[in-house]
Structures are given as C-alpha cells and as structure tokens.
Nanobody, 118 residues
Framework: QVQLVESGGGLVQAGGSLRLSCAAS????????MAWYRQAPGKERELVAR???????TYADSVTGRFTISRDNANSAIYLQMNSLKPEDTAVYYC????????????WGQGTQVTVSS
C-alpha cells in the first residue's frame, strides 16, 4: 500500500519559516517525480514546487527565491523549506508523487495546513 504522509504544517507569523516533510512508503521515490501542491479556500489547487526523478526542480513564480524543494531518496522523503512566509501562502499543502515510468501512477498525501498571520 502506497502512502504519502505530510507533516510540519502549523501557524507562523509573516516573515517566518516552516519546513514541510513528506514521508513516502510503498514506492521507490527514485522513480517518481515528487511535488508539493497547495489549495486555499475558494481557490484552485496550484503547483508550488516539483522535483523530477533525476533531481531537476521547478517552482511557481510566487515562491521562487523563498521556497526550496528537496528529496532524500535513501530515506524516501521530500521536503519543502519555506522562508519569508507571507499571508498569501496560507493553504493546505499536499505531497504528490507521479511515476516517471509507465504504467502511470499518481499518489497524494492527506495534506497539512499552513497558516501565515500578518
């Protein structure tokens, strides 16, 4: 059974930092593109950051320079270091895994709430 479990969310003041973790089990993340998405109330889900299976990373323009995604394949985990947080970063953050090879497989975590107060 594949499972992605996020942790590290919480309440932080604007300008502060949080580090989100996603622990993966039941899959070898070396073979997966991993990503963080977020969704605020009344808003569409959006891609925040992605680390492809060979390590290439991409970021949403709104977080570039503030957030860093990383992976630890040996420990089956990905992370999102969030610095200089803004109130508009408030959302539920979801861990996502997408297989790099066929057959296509997509997995989601349950989400973790991040709230940034002004």
């Amino acid at each position: 059974q594949v499972q992605l479990v996020e942790s590290g969310g919480g309440l932080v003041q604007a300008g502060g930092s949080l580090r989100l973790s996603c622990a993966a089990s039941g899959l070898i993340i070396n073979n997966f593109n991993m990503a963080w998405y977020r969704q605020a109330p009344g808003k569409e889900r959006e891609l925040v950051a992605r680390t492809e299976f060979l390590g290439r990373t991409t970021y949403a323009d709104s977080v570039t320079g503030r957030f860093t995604i990383s992976r630890d394949n040996a420990n089956s985990a990905i992370y999102l270091q969030m610095n200089s947080l803004k109130p508009e970063d408030t959302a539920v953050y979801y861990c996502n895994g997408d297989s790099a090879f066929r057959p296509v497989r997509t997995y989601w975590g349950q989400g973790t709430q991040v709230t940034v107060s002004s």
